[in-house]
């Protein structure tokens, strides 16, 4: 089997520090040594050419997983994922998950007093078409407490994987919602530097509103380059 070794590449300064201590389970899990590289297996660089075969239908509607709608705003979130160059990037797994209207999550350890929703799990998954376009119907989800330090409330956000060519390409990055004023005192999005931190806000889109129906955000995705997405470490906390 052949063996590949991908270049390092230091991350730009819109990526975020795996230590920024206001968000203070950093301060436990960053790395105290340096990095050890280690060479890739085929297997982990490269990966299947038809993501849909393998993963199943679309699920790019929250709204219709169950028995009648969720409670809340219903938005559409769209965007396209795109090179260091702007150019699409077809064939990419976008996953998303996320707390319901009430900011709570179908999560065993979410002890957030919030209501459940029958209605709505908060777990999609699309691909990319031919132009790198994604598109989710969802509902807008709420902002909830969390135990950073008093009083912390997360803001409104949606959380995105993406998958590229292979399983070893996995990116995480959270969607913020314009206008929140929770974003200035969230640690883990301060953990971003301005003005980098705008790259994980969306932007409202009347053209993508659908009338009498849903608002429309818009949340273009880069993946390297200077105007890349910051993405976060695998190993955060879900919040």
Do not use: C
């Amino acid at each position: 089997m052949s063996r590949l070794i991908l270049p390092y590449a230091a991350p730009d300064q819109g990526q975020p520090s795996s230590l920024f201590p206001d968000y203070r389970s950093t301060v436990a899990r960053s790395p105290r040594q340096a990095p050890i590289a280690i060479p890739q297996t085929l297997t982990e660089v490269t990966g299947p050419s038809d993501w849909s075969r393998l993963m199943g239908p679309a699920m790019a509607d929250l709204t219709t997983q169950h028995k009648a709608e969720p409670q809340g705003q219903r938005i559409v979130v769209t965007g396209r994922v795109l090179d260091e160059d702007g150019r699409p990037v077809p064939n990419t797994v976008v996953e998303i998950w996320q707390a319901n209207a009430a900011g709570r999550y179908i999560h065993a350890k979410d002890d957030w007093p919030a209501p459940l929703d029958p209605n709505f799990t908060g777990v999609g998954r699309v691909v990319t078409d031919g132009e790198g376009r994604y598109r989710y119907v969802t509902i807008r989800p709420g902002a909830y407490p969390w135990g950073n330090h008093k009083n912390a409330w997360r803001p409104a956000h949606i959380h995105l994987s993406l998958l590229g060519p292979a399983f070893a390409t996995r990116l995480v990055t959270q969607m913020y919602f314009p206008d929140d004023p929770l974003i200035e005192i969230d640690p883990i999005a301060n953990a971003v530097p301005m003005p980098y931190r705008q790259r994980m806000v969306s932007r409202f889109d009347i053209g993508t509103t659908v009338p009498n129906w849903a608002l429309g955000y818009v949340f273009d995705i880069v993946l390297k380059g200077r105007d890349q997405t910051p993405f976060e470490d695998e190993h955060d906390d879900d919040h």
